[in-house]
T-cell receptor
Framework: GDSVTQMEGPVTLSEEAFLTINCTYTATGYPSLFWYVQYPGEGLQLLLKATKADDKGSNKGFEATYRKETTSFHLEKGSVQVSDSAVYFC????????????FGKGTKLSVKP | GAVVSQHPSWVICKSGTSVKIECRSL??????MFWYRQFPKQSLMLMAT?????????EQGVEKDKFLINHASLTLSTLTVTSAHPEDSSFYICSAPSENYGYTFGSGTRLTVV
């Protein structure tokens, strides 16, 4: 079946460091890909998404490109801030708001000043 | 934007007791609510889908008699873990479809059964 694999955390970086969180997927069809972020004490929030191959999602300085050839959707940010400390989830679904989001395990990011 | 309020954020209960988790949509009507569970070091997994005014749909392997879901109004869905046991200890989170496509999530409930 379909699945999402994220790099194990936690990830600890200094402020202004470059961030990469790896995400690869296995899918039988052509899913949309998402990154969700969960700040402490809050619900998951959609960070960015891409709906087809070669699409790049971007938001708040974060970027991820839908790579069909490598079945990847790695999250990157050029210069992280303390406020980026959160848990990041990679996910896929086939649209239609059916709730069948398939998540990775989540990666906790801690950014130190 | 759309907000889903989930309570409690954490709860500790004794084995054999029941625990109710509430998810309330604050500024929109949630005709559908999805309930997820996350065991330590595992992914979030969809447990069930509740629809206002009808019976919930459970994913394969989820005991409907143990995880009672009620969606009696357009703004409230509840999950009751009945006769909880330590193996039910987990992180439970709800979400509802929101207007701009995608899902609005609650903040989650950490359940620990001792």
């Amino acid at each position: 079946g379909d699945s999402v694999t994220q790099m194990e955390g936690p990830v600890t970086l200094s402020e202004e460091a470059f961030l990469t969180i790896n995400c690869t997927y296995t899918a039988t069809g052509y899913p949309s890909l998402f990154w969700y972020v969960q700040y402490p004490g809050e619900g998951l929030q959609l960070l960015l998404k891409a709906t087809k191959a070669d699409d790049k999602g971007s938001n708040k300085g974060f970027e991820a490109t839908y790579r069909k050839e490598t079945t990847s959707f790695h999250l990157e940010k050029g210069s992280v801030q303390v406020s980026d400390s959160a848990v990041y989830f990679c996910a896929l679904d086939y649209g239609g708001s059916q709730g069948n989001l398939i998540f990775g395990k989540g990666t906790k990011l801690s950014v130190k000043p | 934007g759309a907000v889903v309020s989930q309570h409690p954020s954490w709860v500790i209960c004794k084995s054999g007791t029941s625990v109710k988790i509430e998810c309330r949509s604050l500024d929109f009507q949630a005709t559908t609510m999805f309930w997820y569970r996350q065991f330590p070091k595992q992914s979030l997994m969809l447990m069930a889908t509740s629809n206002e005014g009808s019976k919930a749909t459970y994913e394969q392997g989820v005991e409907k008699d143990k995880f009672l879901i009620n969606h009696a109004s357009l703004t409230l869905s509840t999950l009751t873990v009945t006769s909880a046991h330590p193996e039910d200890s987990s992180f439970y989170i709800c979400s509802a479809p929101s207007e701009n496509y995608g899902y609005t999530f609650g903040s989650g409930t950490r359940l620990t059964v001792v």
